[in-house]
């Protein structure tokens, strides 16, 4: 089993910034893809950002273009999303998900393997 635990979530004003972390334990695999997703109340869970097991390939929404960045340290098997010029609508829970494999980074949920519990981040008007 693996387990992912983030940190970093709260509240910060529009236009702040916040840094994101997920750390796996428990069972490693050589190959994976990491992503984060996130979900507002009364909405579905929604894709944010993945990247590939070597950090070449990142994919991100389109909301967040611009303004968030992916990233993992392999050797802590910690995965990062900085979080910058934040608006009141990516006020969410932010989880972070494993897709075990050398595959490509995906927006498709049922493909993740496991996931995390979440951390909130409120954004103030």
């Known amino acids: 089993?693996?387990?992912?635990?983030?940190?970093?979530?709260?509240?910060?004003q529009a236009g702040g910034s916040l840094r994101l972390s997920c750390a796996a334990s428990g069972r490693t695999f050589r190959t994976y893809?990491?992503?984060?997703?996130?979900?507002?109340?009364?909405?579905?869970?929604?894709?944010?950002?993945?990247?590939?097991?070597?950090?070449?390939?990142?994919?991100?929404?389109?909301?967040?273009?611009?303004?968030?960045?992916?990233?993992?340290?392999?050797?802590?098997?910690?995965?990062?999303?900085q979080m910058n010029s934040l608006k009141p609508e990516d006020t969410a829970v932010y989880s972070c998900a494993l897709k075990n494999g050398p595959s490509v980074p995906s927006d498709t949920k049922p493909l993740y393997d496991y996931w995390g519990q979440g951390t909130q981040v409120t954004v103030s008007s």
């Open 1 to 12: 089993q693996v387990q992912l635990v983030e940190s970093g979530g709260g509240l910060v």
């Open 33 to 81: 893809v990491m992503g984060w997703f996130r979900q507002a109340p009364g909405k579905e869970r929604e894709f944010v950002a993945a990247v590939s097991w070597n950090g070449f390939n990142i994919y991100y929404a389109d909301s967040v273009k611009g303004r968030f960045t992916i990233s993992r340290d392999n050797a802590k098997y910690t995965v990062y999303l």
